[in-house]
């Protein structure tokens, strides 16, 4: 396994500035009971799993503070009181549930070598006004848009189903945070005779008569009969010699839109955030009820239509050091000057500036604690992941649709895996995984319904 960043793990990693650590992408998992949940603990059963407790999110919108509990049947009720509206959910929540299975089911069948046909469904947005939802339910219910990365105009229903289902009864975080993943994923490599090199990219793939043959790492030729990539459809498509950009698979991937990019804005904090009002939730800072973009141009406003706050210290009972904060946003592609310019720094601290902001006036007691401020930026994204994007593919309706976006790919001994054929998330990414495995070994028992 040849891993691009010098620490293991993706976006599951951390990093540390003096007594404080951050994850950078790993903020809340969802039901550790689904198939990816429970595929996840077996490969990993060191991995201590605490749980968001009986608040899972809490939302700040203009007027109104909603707090969405981990216990499911209490969400309506919870709808009912906050907006003095009668709410019926049991329709959205049988869409949501035949949703996430038909999308699952359609990808099973792609392993097993017959053609995928469109999987077509309309946007979110489409979706609840079929359900006659009060307006303002349908904003809340939609409100995690960030945890895909599109609002409901733009976004598959099929991305919407399946958030609402993992994060149905609350969410996880893992014990000693994001880097236990991946040191447990290595143990479990290893032990089944894997071998993991750190720091070193494939850069490129070489195929003879439509069979993988060789894999490129830096001047280094390797003989392979088999590949799994992991690192996303468009940079596979990017290490295929050039003949391939013209078959009908790589110009349908190419095609797909890459998700949105994100900023992300890091606290270190002197002392005990929860006296200031934060806590083991997930925290979302809306300001607007129906935001009309996903990503924030500071160039025509004044501030992001939304972002998403996170204390993961308070979500590990045995964390060590100071307490921290972090606070995401998405920006579009290509706001930021090169790296290193003044054009850059004084963008970068303008942004952080207006971040800051955002999280003090929803919860001011955190300003005496704040010692420590850093924003990260896409460029980041791009050295340490060879990828800009937050989520990889796009979550929009053409890629569900797209036929050709499978873990079987029309090259022999090649299969894709991660979160582009299901959703940009870790069991999302699991579940790509299994994909891929089944892709080289149909006689493994295929992925069912959660």
């Not at 309506?76 to 003095?84: H, I, K, N, S, W």
């Not at 490129?216 to 990017?238: C, K, N, P």
């Not at 996903?294 to 009972?317: G, H, I, N, V």
């Not at 998405?330 to 971040?355: D, I, S």
Request: aromatic fraction near 6%; glycine fraction near 12%.
């Amino acid at each position: 396994m040849f891993e691009h960043h010098r620490v293991l793990g993706g976006l599951s990693h951390a990093f540390r500035r003096k007594r404080w650590t951050w994850d950078v992408g790993v903020h809340a998992v969802g039901d550790l009971e689904s198939r990816p949940g429970r595929l996840l603990g077996a490969l990993t059963p060191e991995v201590i799993w605490h749980p968001s407790g009986p608040l899972g999110d809490r939302f700040e919108l203009p007027g109104l503070r909603f707090d969405w509990p981990s216990d499911e049947d209490a969400l309506g009720p919870g709808l009912e009181a906050a907006l003095g509206q009668t709410v019926d959910l049991l329709p959205w929540r049988r869409q949501t549930l035949y949703l996430q299975d038909r999308l699952l089911d359609h990808l099973a069948s792609g392993v097993r070598g017959r053609p995928l046909q469109p999987l077509n469904a309309p946007t979110t947005a489409a979706l609840l006004e079929e359900l006659d939802l009060p307006p303002r339910a349908r904003d809340l219910l939609t409100g995690r848009w960030a945890y895909h990365g599109l609002i409901p105009e733009r976004s598959s229903s099929f991305a919407h189903a399946m958030v609402s289902r993992s994060y149905a009864r609350g969410s996880h975080y893992p014990e000693g945070g994001a880097p236990s993943l991946g040191l447990a994923l290595r143990a479990a490599i290893e032990a089944h005779g894997g071998h993991i090199e750190l720091g070193r990219s494939v850069t490129g793939l070489g195929v003879e008569r439509s069979r993988i043959q060789t894999i490129s790492v830096g001047s280094e030729i390797i003989e392979v009969s088999s590949v799994v990539a992991g690192l996303g459809a468009h940079r596979l498509l990017g290490l295929l010699p050039p003949r391939w950009s013209t078959h009908p698979w790589a110009r349908a991937l190419a095609g797909l839109p890459a998700s949105v990019q994100h900023v992300s804005l890091f606290l270190g904090l002197s002392g005990d955030p929860r006296p200031a009002g934060a806590g083991p939730w997930n925290l979302w800072l809306h300001n607007t009820w129906r935001p009309t973009r996903e990503t924030w141009d500071p160039r025509d406003q004044a501030r992001p239509p939304a972002s998403y706050a996170s204390f993961p210290s308070l979500k590990d009972p045995q964390h060590r050091g100071g307490h921290t904060a972090s606070l995401v946003a998405f920006v579009p592609p290509g706001l930021f000057p090169p790296r290193g310019t003044v054009a850059y720094g004084e963008l970068k601290r303008r942004m952080q500036a207006v971040l800051l902001d955002e999280l003090l006036e929803r919860l001011p007691g955190l300003g005496p604690l704040i010692e420590h401020v850093e924003l990260g930026t896409p460029a980041s994204s791009t050295r340490f992941l060879a990828s800009p994007s937050a989520y990889g593919l796009a979550a929009t309706p053409q890629r569900y649709a797209c036929p050709w976006l499978r873990a079987r790919t029309p090259v022999h001994g090649l299969v894709l895996a991660g979160g582009d054929l299901v959703l940009g998330s870790v069991l999302g990414a699991v579940a790509g995984g299994e994909l891929a495995a089944l892709a080289l070994d149909p006689g493994l028992q295929p992925i069912g319904k959660p």
